[in-house]
Antibody
């Protein structure tokens, strides 16, 4: 059974940092390009980042460029999103998604508030 | 950054046919934009129905199909069911600027 399980969300103050994880199982993670997508409460989906299969190349939405870093550990079948200098507008559910493979996690909620 | 446009809302009768469209502020949507269609029901995680314009996953009901139509990406639902009531998002890839952009979503009502 394919699973993507996000973790690491929570409440953080503005300017703070958080690292999200996405643990993958049931498919060949090391061959898969992976994405992060977020959704603010009551709003639509927003693409955040994509990383290639070996982790050598990552791209980002303008809204997070320079603050967020996507990485992966193929030995651990895990995708990461390091989020720094967090702002209130980063408050959202963060999903990992496997692109053309079609698998999504259930999401983890990040709340940025003082 | 490019803007991807979708109809904010559409209504279809049970058993009816409806087409959702997805346009780009940069011009005609082409296969190179690798259009995706993603369904999200209230309180649930998104689910990809269509990728790369017209490819379906094993879980995609046969009544859904993807295409390019009149310079836009299109998702056609033929024979709508009550369980198809959901938000539908289009996602386009812009390789020139190395970014992907979601549309604002279409709220589909089956009534």
């Amino acid at each position: 059974e394919v699973q993507l399980v996000e973790s690491g969300g929570g409440l953080v103050q503005p300017g703070g940092s958080l690292r999200l994880s996405c643990a993958a199982s049931g498919f060949t993670f090391s061959n898969s390009w992976m994405h992060w997508v977020r959704q603010a409460p009551g709003k639509g989906l927003v693409w955040v980042s994509r990383i290639n299969s070996d982790g050598s190349s990552a791209i980002y939405a303008d809204s997070v460029k320079g603050r967020f870093t996507t990485s992966r550990d193929n030995a651990k079948n895990t995708l990461y999103l390091q989020m720094n200098s967090l702002r209130a507008e980063d408050t959202a559910v963060y999903y990992c998604d496997s692109g053309p493979l079609g698998y999504w996690g259930q999401g983890t909620l990040v709340t940025v508030s003082s | 950054q490019a803007v991807v446009t979708q109809e904010p809302s559409l209504t279809v009768s049970p058993g009816g046919t409806v087409t959702l469209t997805c346009g780009s502020s940069t011009g005609a949507v082409a296969s190179g934009h690798s259009p995706y269609w993603i369904q999200q029901k209230p309180g649930q995680a998104p689910m990809t129905l269509i990728y790369d314009t017209s490819n379906k996953h094993s879980w995609t009901p046969a009544r859904f199909s993807g295409s390019l139509l009149g310079g836009k990406a299109a998702l056609t639902l033929s024979g709508a069911q009550p369980e198809d009531e959901a938000d539908y998002y289009c996602l386009l890839s812009y390789t020139d600027v190395r970014a992907r952009v979601f549309g604002g979503g279409t709220k589909l009502t089956v009534l």
